[in-house]
């Protein structure tokens, strides 16, 4: 790795790295040396300690900016984290969170030093604000163990119908979020926690399904609904059902009726959600408890919010 990291600055700074083993471990953990290698580096002006990854170590960017800190307090130095490999999620990542690296043939972050130059020709790491409809259904149907994984592409697009280049953004997502990560050699998906943990995690990111809610006089002929609201979590709970009827519907698949609202909602025999996907991706008979909790979530009953919490608690 270190002469990796030498050609490097030879060939994109046209200087030469002075680079020695840092032989002062006093201060340092034995899991520290145990996950890099260390050197003391001088280029100019700059002198910085090199943390190079051991073995492929899997590493995010709060791990790295800790083991740095640690570094930094023990030597007096800068340090720069150093691997082979790191895919487009984590150098935004480290980018955003101004922590150093280098990944030779592809990126060098040296922000103390004014420095960032990307290899010509390679991808500009890609930056999420929130997951797609598909990532959400992805996690959504994990937690209710629709597939196994490690999920390949070719998986992912035949259960749930979405192309190709669908599946592999919302694995791009789910990515850079880091509830999951890609293998280098299969570029298959694996989540990175269990179940409760990945609930916990993904919470924050996940969307309430609904676009809004329409009356119906009854259920028009041909549209494929499932049960939601209250009446799909009495199912889970002892509260009672509501009088109305209440079902979810893809709002795509309402819109291609041409029909139009007829009713009041408090005066509508029929309550219908439309929401930005098919609840049929991940439902059986009513919608799953997963994003029934999203649609009541914000629902200001207090008898809905504990039964929605013992739903959860219960399934997972």
Request: glycine share 6%; charged share 20%.
């Amino acid at each position: 790795m270190k002469d990796l990291v030498t050609r490097e600055f030879e060939r994109l700074l046209g200087g030469k790295l002075k680079i020695t083993p840092y032989g002062k471990t006093q201060g340092l953990s034995f899991m520290l040396l145990g996950l890099y290698n260390l050197y003391k580096c001088d280029f100019n002006s700059s002198r910085f300690i090199l943390m190079c990854n051991k073995k492929k170590a899997i590493y995010t960017s709060g791990m790295v900016s800790a083991h740095m800190a640690q570094i930094q307090t023990a030597s007096g130095l800068q340090a720069v984290f150093a691997t082979t490999e790191m895919p487009s999620y984590k150098r935004a990542r480290f980018l955003e969170k101004h922590i150093p690296f280098i990944v030779p043939g592809k990126q060098m972050y040296l922000p103390f030093a004014c420095l960032l130059l990307t290899e010509s020709g390679s991808p500009v790491p890609k930056e999420y604000d929130s997951l797609g409809n598909l990532a959400q259904i992805l996690i959504l149907a994990k937690l209710m163990k629709m597939f196994a994984t490690p999920l390949s592409i070719g998986t992912a697009c035949s259960i749930f119908h979405y192309s190709r280049i669908s599946v592999i953004r919302a694995f791009d997502e789910l990515e850079y979020f880091q509830l999951a990560r890609r293998s280098p050699a299969t570029k298959h998906l694996e989540f990175v926690a269990d179940n409760g943990h990945l609930w916990r995690m993904a919470l924050p990111l996940l969307h309430n399904p609904q676009r809004r809610i329409i009356g119906l006089e009854k259920i028009p002929q041909g549209l494929s609904v499932y049960e939601s609201g209250i009446n799909a979590l009495s199912k889970h709970s002892m509260l009672s059902p509501n009088p109305q009827m209440e079902y979810a519907v893809e709002a795509k698949e309402f819109n291609k009726l041409g029909i139009k609202p007829e009713c009041p909602l408090e005066d509508a025999p029929v309550l219908l959600e439309l929401w930005n996907y098919a609840p049929a991706k991940i439902a059986g008979d009513s919608i799953d408890p997963f994003s029934l909790y999203l649609t009541l979530k914000d629902a200001p009953d207090d008898r809905v919010q504990i039964a929605l919490e013992n739903m959860i608690k219960e399934i997972l």
